[in-house]
């Protein structure tokens, strides 16, 4: 079945780079999407990237996918410690775009000063 | 700004009490959903909603039953809680079908004893 990887955790200092990973296995996912989650809240959309795409940046954020090998990553630019949070990557379920995720097991990025 | 709200923050139940998760949204989405999140396994899908007494079986339904009487409210109901149900849940709308992005409430924790 469909399944969305990724390593749980992540520690960077305050001013480098951030780089998430994550794999998945439906080749025929229309989107893929990158979910924040901050400390007691629920799940914020972050950024998100069509399946024909390669990369999208948006300001310090950058989304690479290489649908050869199924794996995605989130790029963070110079990582404050506002961006402390768990990263879920997640794929959506076939086409369609009906808004049935299926989610990895989150990252948790920690930002140190 | 869409809001989805979950009732409680926080509950304690004990095992084999029948626990209702209400969850509402105010922006007249078509699509609503829960799902469970637990370190390491991130979230997984239970049940989800497309329109008024309409329900589809998730990942894992198994001991969970869900109702949507109303468009703006979808209630997720533990039939007789175990102390596997301990979790967070998260209930998240969507707008319908062409829409990728996901709105989350801030989660109920559920705690059963």
């Known amino acids: 079945g469909e399944d969305v990887e990724q390593s749980l955790f992540l520690s960077v200092r305050e001013g480098d780079s951030s780089v998430i990973n994550c794999t998945y296995t439906?080749?025929?996912?229309?989107?893929l999407y990158w979910y924040k989650q901050e400390p007691g809240a629920g799940l914020q959309l972050l950024t998100y990237i069509f399946s024909n795409m390669d990369m999208k940046q948006d300001q310090r954020l950058t989304v690479l996918l290489n649908k050869k090998d199924k794996h995605l990553s989130l790029r963070i630019a110079d990582t404050q410690t506002g961006d402390s949070a768990i990263y879920f990557c997640?794929?959506?379920w076939g086409s369609g775009n009906t808004g049935k995720l299926i989610f990895g097991q989150g990252t948790t990025l920690q930002v140190k000063p | 700004d869409v809001k989805v709200t979950q009732s409680s923050r926080y509950l304690v139940k004990r095992t084999g009490e029948k626990v209702f998760l209400e969850c509402v949204q105010d922006?007249?989405?078509?699509?609503m959903f829960w799902y469970r999140q637990d370190p390491g396994l991130g979230l997984r899908l239970i049940y989800f909603s497309y329109d008024v007494k309409m329900k589809e079986k998730g990942d894992i339904p198994e001991g969970y039953s869900v109702s949507r009487e109303k468009k703006e409210r979808f209630s997720l109901i533990l039939e007789s809680a175990s102390t596997n149900q301990t979790s967070m849940y998260l209930c998240a709308s969507s707008p319908g079908q062409g829409s990728e992005k996901l709105f989350f409430g801030s989660g109920t924790q559920l705690s059963v004893l």
């Open positions: 997640a794929e959506s």
């Open positions: 439906d080749s025929s996912s229309t989107y």
């Open positions: 922006m007249d989405h078509e699509n």
